[in-house]
């Protein structure tokens, strides 16, 4: 009888920096995304053309760019861990986006909302403690030989 393998979980130092990256850009993007929309006002069917003016904002202009920052280290993040892996290990942004809200923008964060966001971080912890892959060693090595680039 064949012993299951267990998957060695490591991640490199650089694969932790994109996975800051993309918790980083998405969350204070997302930040000055919302400050410049604030500025700019309601935006309705009638008044479409006020999205025009949002693109010359610098607090959207700014957003914009590190969402496409946040778009770029999500693409690399999703070349090397699961989705179920990335997702759940990049929810401490929900943290990071709480804080700014609430020390930059000055919003109201009821008691609800941060239970959520602990609970959600708390569930972090689970996700983070598994693999970054759903493959186990051994069962398609093809696929570990073309993730390492041997075969190139």
């Known amino acids: 009888m064949r012993q299951p393998s267990r998957m060695k979980h490591a991640l490199k ?7 800051i990256a993309v918790m980083l850009t998405a969350s204070v ?4 995304l919302s400050r410049g929309m604030a500025q700019v006002g ?3 069917l009638h008044h479409l053309p006020l999205l025009w003016k949002a693109l010359f904002n610098p607090f959207v202009i700014s957003g914009i760019v590190l969402l496409i920052g946040f778009f770029a280290s999500y693409m690399t993040a999703l070349t090397w861990a699961d989705l179920t892996f990335v ?15 609430r020390f930059w923008l000055h919003e109201h964060l009821s008691v ?3 239970a959520g966001i602990a ?11 598994g693999p970054s ?3 186990h060693e051994g069962e398609h090595p ?3 030989l073309m993730d390492s680039g041997t075969g190139r």
């Open 13 to 19: 130092p650089s694969q932790y920096l994109i996975l």
């Open 29 to 32: 993007g997302d930040t000055l």
């Open 42 to 44: 309601a935006v309705d």
């Open 87 to 101: 997702m759940p290990a990049t929810a401490f942004g929900y943290v990071v986006v709480a804080l700014l809200s």
């Open 112 to 114: 609800y909302r941060w």
């Open 119 to 129: 609970l959600i971080v708390c569930a972090v912890g689970f996700v983070a403690g």
């Open 133 to 135: 892959r759903t493959e």
């Open 142 to 144: 093809e696929l570990n």
